[in-house]
């Protein structure tokens, strides 16, 4: 009994010592820190997203409507007049700006998936990252990620109930949440809609692109966007308030920025300005302003895209990103606004979005873009059922063909040249291809060896089909790529011969159409395609492969045989998707019929069909052959 005072006793001095440490390491942390308290804080982090949301409908940008709490965003911080979406369209977008790599590389750059990306080994989302150093990490709500992942370890919470409010006390957070209002759904309206409900903004009085036709429908769907812009302007406002409320303001930096491009035709889902490039503007807050080389209020010319988000929130966070992440910050410690406004180059993708396939890659440099079409020979707007839900997009295919569009408007339903050079400074919406104009022959020259270089370096995964990347690549697409360089380097090279006069192309060409490996004869076959009715001497060494045992390869000899006329397609093609036995075998089969039939009048009896795989996106090709899809001013059936 007598014990327990002199326990007490020692328990007290404990306690006090232990006081007077602390008193001591918060007095060392004044001196370290000059006596500024909140030099010992970690910034907050929130990003609010648009979706489906470009340049070209923002006053801040020169186009558009007007956003007072955007505006407001870019008085008190930095307006980004070259951000990049990597990809125009979500889920490739998203799981970009989630990881900092580029999509394909990694694996994941097919929208919608068919098969998750496994990420390589020890790699984590920079959210994750966040989390792990003691960030509490948020999402409301959206993910739509293309890679294998654990959602607690990527968010504290992630629902629309997710808030920075429900985190401990003093905690700093990541809060992202994203604003669906200006989403492709909210214009697809129906034709009573059209007849009957008045926009806010005026449709006389938008300003069209020049390769959309001008009619009132065209002016009424740009009108309705416009009115869902101010709409995301004002519920981004609110979460500023409540920021502003809580007294967090000027301890958080808030990026406000479009997932992608926008959504009135040719906008999402294609590789143009208009489906990747986004707004950006970087409200900077008052008690972390010394961590940006930048006054409030200004704008930079310095080139971003998604790849470089998750460096720049860890940069200022204090933290360092993966050795194996693709971008790099462009704010915080060590980065100058003289280094960033340096930056003028961005590389972006677009493959498979639902059930429509392509292969392009753009390269953004200075004023220039440079695409290049690898499937070229697929026009922009072949079908892809859920596009066609827009009036718009249905109008604009009547007025092609009914012969009624002007030059500029045309180019949307027509081939595409293998490679595309626009000076967007001169001509911001990209209808004025130089690539053959003698004038630009070295800067063409440059930026095709800036490319070449380029999807060599990433190891392009899309030089596979999807069935063969699926199957093969996606344990780790990077550690996949890395072993496989040198195929995807030949394969590279057969897709190059495009770019060649077809006399210096013919005889490489005809040597790749007499490989033993599958991959190079798909991509042989692709080329000719690409080529076009200049390639038509390779016929006799084309028709040899419609029997070969590759689906793939049997695929893409059809197509080619077929594009210029040199032979009926559709037998082997109907035979190859009698005996796929993948989803992805069946689309990608899917996409040459149905370019086939409504570009160059093959018929098609989808009766004759016995697949053995139904699901997934191949539902949606099959309902198109089969002259079922709704219609967006067709009533729904009654139940």
């Not at 648009?50 to 911080?77: F, M, Q, R, V």
């Not at 509490?136 to 920075?164: G, I, Q």
């Not at 595409?416 to 001509?427: N, S, T």
Request: aromatic share 10%; proline share 5%; charged share 25%.
């Amino acid at each position: 009994m007598e014990l327990a005072p002199a326990v007490d006793c020692l328990f007290n001095r404990a306690r006090s010592m232990h006081k007077l440490i602390l008193s001591l390491c918060a007095f060392l942390v004044l001196l370290l820190t000059g006596g500024n308290a909140v030099a010992a804080k970690r910034p907050n982090f929130v990003f609010l997203v648009s979706e489906d949301n470009s340049i070209h409908y923002l006053k801040l940008y020169g186009y558009g409507t007007s956003t007072p709490n955007i505006e407001a965003l870019a008085k008190d911080g930095l307006t980004f007049n070259h951000a990049f979406s990597n990809s125009p369209v979500c889920s490739v977008a998203r799981s970009t700006l989630a990881t900092s790599l580029l999509a394909p590389r990694a694996g994941f750059q097919y929208h919608r998936k068919s098969a998750m990306a496994n990420l390589p080994k020890g790699y984590l989302p920079w959210s994750a990252m966040l989390r792990k150093a003691g960030y509490y990490t948020a999402n409301n709500s959206k993910t739509d990620y293309n890679f294998v992942h654990n959602m607690k370890e990527l968010w504290n919470e992630s629902s629309r109930r997710a808030s920075w409010r429900n985190r401990a006390d003093g905690q700093p957070f990541f809060y992202m949440q994203s604003i669906g209002q200006s989403h492709e759904s909210s214009l697809h309206f129906s034709r009573q809609v059209f007849e009957n409900e008045k926009t806010k903004h005026d449709p006389a009085k938008v300003k069209l692109a020049p390769y959309h036709p001008d009619t009132p429908i065209f002016r009424y769907t740009h009108a309705r966007y416009l009115d869902r812009i101010q709409i995301i302007d004002g519920l981004l406002g609110n979460v500023v308030k409540q920021l502003t409320a809580d007294g967090l303001l000027e301890d958080t930096f808030i990026f406000y920025f479009g997932d992608h491009g926008g959504v009135l035709p040719r906008g999402k889902g294609y590789a143009y300005e208009s489906g990747l490039h986004v707004p950006l503007v970087v409200r900077i807050p008052k008690n972390f302003a010394h961590l940006v080389d930048h006054k409030r209020g200004a704008r930079t010319d310095g080139f971003v895209s998604f790849i470089d988000f998750g460096p720049t929130v860890l940069n200022l966070a204090g933290l360092k990103p993966h050795k194996l992440t693709d971008g790099r910050a462009f704010l915080g410690q060590s980065v100058s606004a003289k280094d960033l406004a340096a930056r003028d180059e961005v590389f972006c993708y677009a493959d498979r979005f639902d059930e429509k396939y392509d292969l392009v890659r753009t390269l953004r440099k200075g004023k220039y873009t440079y695409i290049r079409n690898l499937h070229g020979f697929y026009p922009d707007a072949l079908q892809n059922n859920y596009r066609y839900k827009m009036l718009a997009y249905t109008e604009w295919r009547e007025l092609a063909k009914a012969g009624k569009l002007n030059a500029a408007q045309i180019q949307f339903h027509q081939r595409r040249p293998a490679e595309q050079l626009f000076d967007v400074e001169a001509d911001p919406h990209e209808v004025s291809n130089l690539a053959e104009d003698p004038k630009y022959a070295k800067v063409l020259a440059d930026l095709r060896t800036r490319m070449q270089k380029k999807l060599r370096e990433v190891n392009d995964l899309s030089f596979y089909p999807e069935s063969f990347m699926v199957q093969n690549a996606l344990k780790d697409g990077v550690a996949f790529g890395d072993s496989n360089h040198k195929e995807i380097d030949r394969l590279a090279d057969i897709a190059d011969l495009a770019l060649l006069p077809f006399e210096q192309a013919h005889k490489p060409l005809a040597a790749a159409l007499k490989a033993t490996q599958p991959m190079e004869l798909y991509w042989a076959c692709a080329t000719a395609s690409v080529i076009g009715e200049e390639a038509s001497p390779l016929v006799p060494l084309v028709k040899k492969l419609l029997n070969h045992e590759n689906l793939m390869v049997r695929m893409r000899a059809a197509e080619f045989l077929g594009s210029i006329k040199a032979a009926d397609p559709m037998p082997a093609l109907l035979s190859v998707l009698n005996s796929a036995k993948t989803e992805q075998e069946l689309m990608l089969t899917f996409n040459a019929v149905v370019y086939l039939r409504d570009y160059k009048g093959y018929q098609f009896d989808p009766a004759k069909l016995a697949l053995k795989f139904k699901g997934g996106e191949v539902v949606r090709r099959t309902s198109y052959l089969e002259g079922s899809p709704r219609r967006p001013d067709r009533k729904k059936p009654k139940k």
